[in-house]
T-cell receptor
Framework: DADVTQTPRNRITKTGKRIMLECSQTKGHDRMYWYRQDPGLGLQLIYYSFDVKDINKGEISDGYSVSRQAQAKFSLSLESAIPNQTALYFC???????????FGPGTRLTVL | LAKTTQPISMDSYEGQEVNITCSHN???????ITWYQQFPSQGPRFIIQGYKTKVTNEVASLFIPADRKSSTLSLPRVSLSDTAVYYC?????????????FGRGTSLIVHP
């Protein structure tokens, strides 16, 4: 079984809809991250959490919110989806000491 | 946060050695250099990490000169399956506030 899972893997939605992307991990890591990737570009950090009570904005947090329900779960919400949020979304985890990141398989989101 | 610069793209042929150089002129004393590999539609995966001189594992070698202002990822005898995007990250992973930041990376295409 995969250590980092994301649901759904693909989602098509309409402008204005609220969307939640979920991430679960079995690695026991404290740190979790949400990134988005646009075609041909690198990964941009949306939000990150260093433990259950810690939530931090990344480079591009506008239009997004997160919830860290437990050490193993980190959800990303788009309150009112817009077309330029169409992208590939990745969840990742890491832990001390070297903070090597482990990524989920990604969620491909299309906003029409 | 140390800024990194790496080529946007590179081409190679099967069986050749590939060297990808990353510039990081303002690297801090506690910073490490970490490389990730990303295949299309997959999340990045950790390849190698080093602080100085040379690090080698079963996948790649990482060369870091004494001034640490640049580093070179070396892939020996590449195959078609090494076609991917390679990211260079600089930061202090053991530090409490380390946040992995991915740029656009280097897109390596290996030709038959």
């Amino acid at each position: 079984d995969a250590d980092v899972t994301q649901t759904p893997r693909n989602r098509i939605t309409k402008t204005g809809k609220r969307i939640m992307l979920e991430c679960s991990q079995t690695k026991g890591h404290d740190r979790m991250y949400w990134y988005r990737q646009d075609p041909g570009l690198g990964l941009q950090l949306i939000y990150y959490s260093f433990d259950v009570k810690d939530i931090n904005k990344g480079e591009i947090s506008d239009g997004y919110s997160v919830s860290r329900q437990a050490q193993a779960k980190f959800s990303l919400s788009l309150e009112s989806a817009i077309p330029n949020q169409t992208a590939l979304y990745f969840c990742a985890t890491s832990d001390a000491p070297n903070n090597e990141q482990f990524f989920g398989p990604g969620t491909r989101l299309t906003v029409l | 946060l140390a800024k990194t610069t790496q080529p946007i793209s590179m081409d190679s042929y099967e069986g050749q050695e590939v060297n990808i150089t990353c510039s990081h002129n303002n690297i801090a004393t506690n910073d490490y250099i970490t490389w990730y590999q990303q295949f299309p539609s997959q999340g990045p995966r950790f390849i190698i990490q080093g602080y100085k001189t040379k690090v080698t594992n079963e996948v790649a070698s990482l060369f870091i000169p004494a001034d640490r202002k640049s580093s070179t990822l070396s892939l020996p005898r590449v195959s078609l399956s090494d076609t991917a995007v390679y990211y260079c990250l600089v930061g202090d992973p053991p530090g409490g506030s380390y946040i992995p930041t991915f740029g656009r990376g280097t897109s390596l295409i290996v030709h038959p």
